[in-house]
C-alpha cells in the first residue's frame, strides 16, 4: 500500500469501517511512513472538532413549509403545461362558482350575515333585560355553524380545503367531541402528510381538551410515516406526557421504523423518563 491509497482510507479506519485484510495493509504501511502518521493525527483532530459542532434544530414548521412549497411548485408546474382556452377558462370559472366547497362557503356566509341581521334587528327592537342571554344564544349558533363547516370541509377529496378545514379550527373557542375525533381521523388516516403534520399541530393548541392527550398518546403506534412520528415524538416532550413512554418503546422495538426516527424516539423517551 502507497501514501496515496493509505490517505483513501483513512477515515474509513478512524470509523472501523476497514475488513481486517485492508486494516492490516493499513496499519502496516502507518507504522513505517511517518509522513502518513502525521497526516492522520490532523485528520483524527478535524475530526474529533467536527464531531463536537453543535448542529442547528430545524424549525418545528420545516416539514410543512417543505410540503406546501412542494405542492406549490407542482400546482405552478401544471399550469405551464397546459394553457387554457378563453373557453375552458369560462367553464373553470362557472364551474369553480358552483363547486360544492363554494357553495359551503357561500351558505355558511349567508348564515352568519342572517344570524347577524336578525340578532342586530332583534336586540335594537326588543332591549330587555337578557339581552346578554340572548347574545349567547347566537354566538352558540355561530359556534355550531363554524363546526359543521370544519366537519363538512374535512370529509373533502381536495388536500388543501382539508389543510383549510383544520385552519379554521383555530377561529373555533371551544370544539366539541365530533370536531376532535374528526381530527384524530385525519391524523391517524389522511393520505397527505401535510395535512397530517398541519393536524397534529391543531391538536396540539387544543391539548387541554380531555381526550386530545389521550388521543395523541393513542395515535403514536397508528403512524407509518417518519416525519408524522417525529413530530408526533417532539409533541410528547413538548407536553410532557410520560403515558407516550410505552407505546414510543413498541414503536422503537418495530423493524420498519426509520433509523433517524428511533434516535428521536430514544431521546424522547430519555426526556421523558
Avoid at 50 to 63: A, E, R, T
Avoid at 172 to 193: M, P, Q, R, W
Avoid at 259 to 265: A, E, F, L, R, Y
Wanted: proline share 4%; aromatic share 6%; glycine share 2%.
Amino acid at each position: 500500500m502507497n501514501c496515496e491509497q493509505a490517505g483513501d482510507k483513512m477515515l474509513d479506519w478512524l470509523n472501523n469501517q476497514l475488513q481486517a485484510d485492508e486494516r492490516a495493509a493499513f496499519e502496516m504501511h502507518l507504522n513505517q511512513c511517518p509522513d502518513c502518521q502525521a497526516e492522520l493525527q490532523a485528520t483524527r483532530k478535524l475530526w474529533e472538532a467536527m464531531g463536537s459542532v453543535n448542529v442547528p434544530n430545524p424549525s418545528h414548521n420545516l416539514p410543512i413549509q417543505f410540503y406546501t412549497m412542494l405542492e406549490t411548485f407542482k400546482a405552478d408546474a401544471r399550469k405551464k403545461e397546459h394553457k387554457p382556452t378563453v373557453w375552458e377558462t369560462l367553464r373553470k370559472g362557472i364551474e369553480e362558482i358552483f363547486a360544492p366547497r363554494n357553495v359551503v362557503r357561500l351558505a355558511y356566509s349567508l348564515c352568519v350575515l342572517f344570524v347577524g341581521l336578525v340578532g342586530g334587528y332583534w336586540l335594537n327592537d326588543r332591549r330587555t333585560p337578557d339581552y346578554k342571554e340572548q347574545i349567547e344564544v347566537l354566538s352558540a349558533q355561530v359556534q355550531d355553524m363554524n363546526q359543521k363547516v370544519v366537519l363538512s370541509l374535512l370529509q373533502n377529496s381536495s388536500a388543501n380545503e382539508r389543510l383549510r378545514a383544520v385552519s379554521y379550527t383555530k377561529e373555533i373557542g371551544d370544539v366539541d367531541e365530533k370536531v376532535v375525533d374528526a381530527l384524530f381521523s385525519t391524523l391517524n388516516n389522511d393520505s397527505n402528510v401535510n395535512v397530517r403534520l398541519v393536524t397534529l399541530e391543531a391538536l396540539v393548541q387544543l391539548a387541554d381538551h380531555p381526550k386530545v392527550r389521550e388521543g395523541l398518546v393513542h395515535s403514536i403506534l397508528k403512524q407509518d410515516t417518519p416525519l408524522v412520528q417525529a413530530a408526533l415524538a417532539d409533541v410528547m416532550v413538548k407536553l410532557e406526557e410520560k403515558r407516550s413512554i410505552k407505546p414510543l418503546q413498541r414503536l422503537l422495538e418495530q423493524d420498519n421504523v426509520d433509523i433517524i426516527v428511533k434516535t428521536k424516539i430514544k431521546e424522547t423517551i430519555k426526556a421523558l423518563s
